[in-house]
């Protein structure tokens, strides 16, 4: 589902799960979209965060007080889903430390409780072929989802992006740091097919061959 970000739904027996929910008034797009495959936002059974950014949780509240659906999220990103804390800005901010100031007059984002902190492996209460892999550097705990099925589907979040040709590069968003190139590491050692994007459209062959094609570029 996409409106300037991207939302995705994994279908299952037991329910539709949401990862990430897009920026403020986003909930009637992922409503339409829901209907499209003859589901209702009373289908989602949880709600998966990659991140604590506005434009990846403006939707959290509506989605989840129309569902009822369990928030999962990290431990470090889950300060700012529950508003605790400020949104921190993405890394690109810190080469132009004017543009910091500018985040204070994004839209207001409603805080929700994360009912599950979600780890490394199999995410507890969900089907086990969804597991989490820790891809920290565009937010201090920002995560990213396997999922077992179709050769295996990665949702990256913001971790990455990947271009026309098929690339797999950082992105505009993002800039080189240890901990942000261990991370695409950490995604190019798994094995998935299919990588899901923030903000790009997914790629939907040898997904995982293009990041280890990258991560080559970083030795």
């Given at each position: ?56 949780v403006g939707g959290l509240a509506a989605v989840q007080t129309a569902s009822g659906a369990k928030v999962y999220a990290s431990c470090a990103d889950t300060p700012a889903v ?75 979040g913001d971790a990455a992006v990947h271009t026309r040709g098929g690339q797999v590069k950082r992105g505009w968003m993002n800039r080189s740091t240890p901990e942000f190139d ?38």
């Amino acid at each position: 589902i996409t409106k300037g970000v991207n939302s995705f739904v994994i279908d299952g027996d037991d329910g539709v799960v949401l990862i990430d929910t897009g920026i403020p008034r986003f909930h009637g797009a992922i409503e339409a979209g829901l209907a499209g495959i003859g589901r209702a936002l009373s289908d989602v059974v949880a709600i998966l965060v990659t991140h604590a950014h506005m434009d990846h949780v403006g939707g959290l509240a509506a989605v989840q007080t129309a569902s009822g659906a369990k928030v999962y999220a990290s431990c470090a990103d889950t300060p700012a889903v529950e508003g605790r804390v400020a949104m921190s800005p993405p890394p690109f901010a810190d080469r132009i430390p004017f543009i910091k100031p500018v985040f204070r007059w994004l839209p207001s984002v409603a805080p929700v409780s994360v009912d599950h902190q979600v780890d490394v492996g199999p995410i507890d209460g969900l089907p086990e072929d969804i597991t989490v892999i820790e891809t920290p550097g565009h937010t201090l705990g920002h995560v990213s989802y396997l999922l077992d099925r179709s050769g295996g589907v990665a949702f990256v979040g913001d971790a990455a992006v990947h271009t026309r040709g098929g690339q797999v590069k950082r992105g505009w968003m993002n800039r080189s740091t240890p901990e942000f190139d261990a991370s695409l590491r950490r995604l190019a050692s798994a094995d998935f097919a299919i990588a899901c994007f923030g903000h790009a459209k997914p790629l939907m062959a040898d997904a995982s061959g293009a990041f280890q094609r990258f991560v080559a570029t970083l030795d």
